[in-house]
């Protein structure tokens, strides 16, 4: 099955700087990518998604890349705010089985 | 936009005890919806695939008499934690996943979440 791999586990930026976040995935067949936030104590939201035919995808601050020759996607937000603050999670899905499988999840912490 | 609601959003019960967990898609139908579990700071792991109408698939491991799902509706699955005991006790998340064949179908909504713990 499919395995996703996500580094770094924690990461803290000062506020207006830029942070990235990389996951690699190892099913050749996945064709979608979506990255969550997570807020302590509730579910993860989607906050941008990209699937295998498109490299990049934009929105606002927050952008997101794939490579599918290396298997890998990365999440970029740029100007960070505080409210920026949570967990992220990138997953891989392939539409063939419906499975959303997550990578171990990045702390991120802006300090103000 | 999408709307999962998750209910309870926290339980807390005496081991033994059977509880029960809903998920409703609240502006859409979802044939198939998934449960996970989270342990502190871990990522989400599948437990089921909940499918309306039929029987739910479970991922290897997961015991499905002790986590029984049902599916009566286009925007109900309920998770069923059976003889409750404190290694039960975690955070359990579903998502519902709209169907149709508009863009963005096949996007993933989660609940926002319940959290278990078994005394």
């Known amino acids: 099955g499919e395995n996703v791999e996500q580094h770094p586990s924690t990461l803290s930026v000062q506020e207006g700087d830029s942070a990235v976040i990389k996951c690699t995935y190892s099913?050749?067949?996945?064709?979608?990518f979506p990255w969550y936030k997570q807020e302590l104590g509730k579910g993860p939201q989607l906050i941008i998604d990209?699937?295998?035919?498109?490299g990049e995808k934009k929105d606002q601050r927050i952008a997101v890349t794939l490579n599918k020759t290396a298997k890998h996607f990365s999440l970029h937000i740029t100007e960070t705010q505080p409210e920026d603050s949570a967990v992220y999670f990138c997953?891989?899905?392939?539409?063939?089985?419906?499975?959303?499988?997550f990578g171990t999840g990045t702390r991120l912490t802006i300090i103000p | 936009g999408a709307v999962v609601s998750q209910h309870p959003s926290w339980v807390i019960c005496k081991s033994g005890t059977s509880v029960k967990i809903e998920c409703r898609s609240l502006?859409?139908?979802?044939?198939?919806m998934f449960w996970y579990r989270q342990f502190p700071k871990q990522s989400l792991m599948l437990m089921a695939t909940?499918?309306?109408?039929?029987?739910?698939?479970?991922e290897q491991g997961v015991e499905k008499d002790k986590f029984l799902i049902n599916h009566a509706s286009l925007t109900l699955s309920t998770l069923t934690v059976t003889s409750a005991h404190p290694e039960d006790s975690s955070f359990y998340i579903c998502?519902?996943?709209?169907?149709?064949?508009?863009?963005?179908?096949?996007?993933?909504?989660f609940g926002a979440g319940s959290r278990l713990t078994v005394l």
């Open positions: 997953a891989a899905n392939d539409f063939g089985n419906e499975k959303l499988t």
């Open positions: 099913d050749s067949a996945s064709n979608y």
């Open positions: 998502s519902a996943r709209r169907t149709g064949g508009l863009p963005g179908a096949n996007v993933l909504t």
């Open positions: 909940s499918n309306e109408g039929s029987k739910a698939t479970y």
């Open positions: 502006d859409f139908q979802a044939t198939t």
């Open positions: 990209i699937r295998s035919n498109v």
